[in-house]
């Protein structure tokens, strides 16, 4: 099992930045790809980023691409999601996952509790 706590978020103006954090525990946790969702009030929940063990690998939708930087330490089990730019759109729960990659980015096991974000106009 793993077992994911997101923090960070909170309320920014739009053209701000926010910092999320999901820090990781569980036997296997350390060792699996990791990703950030949203979901916006009445909107289904949609894949933002994710990042592999290894940070060989990542992927963004494209929404948030060059606005959003995902990352990861691996010696405190802890993936980050440096937004900037942020938009009122991008006002949603966001969710920390965890699973295998490619896996994480289509249908992850393991999710969080969710941390809102709300932006601003």
């Known amino acids: 099992q793993v077992q994911l706590v997101e923090s960070g978020g909170g309320l920014v103006q739009a053209g701000g930045s926010l910092r999320l954090s999901c820090a990781a525990s569980?036997?296997?946790?350390?060792?699996?790809?990791r990703g950030w969702f949203r979901q916006a009030p009445g909107k289904e929940r949609e894949f933002v980023a994710a990042?592999?063990?290894?940070?060989?690998?990542?992927h963004y939708a494209d929404s948030v691409k060059g606005r959003f930087t995902i990352s990861r330490d691996n010696a405190k089990n802890t993936v980050y999601l440096q937004m900037n730019s942020l938009k009122p759109e991008d006002t949603a729960v966001y969710y920390c996952a965890a699973d295998s990659w490619p896996k994480v980015v289509s249908s992850p096991d393991y999710w969080g509790q969710g941390t809102q974000v709300t932006v601003s106009s």
């Open positions: 569980g036997r296997t946790s350390s060792s699996y790809a």
């Open positions: 990042i592999s063990w290894s940070v060989i690998n990542t």
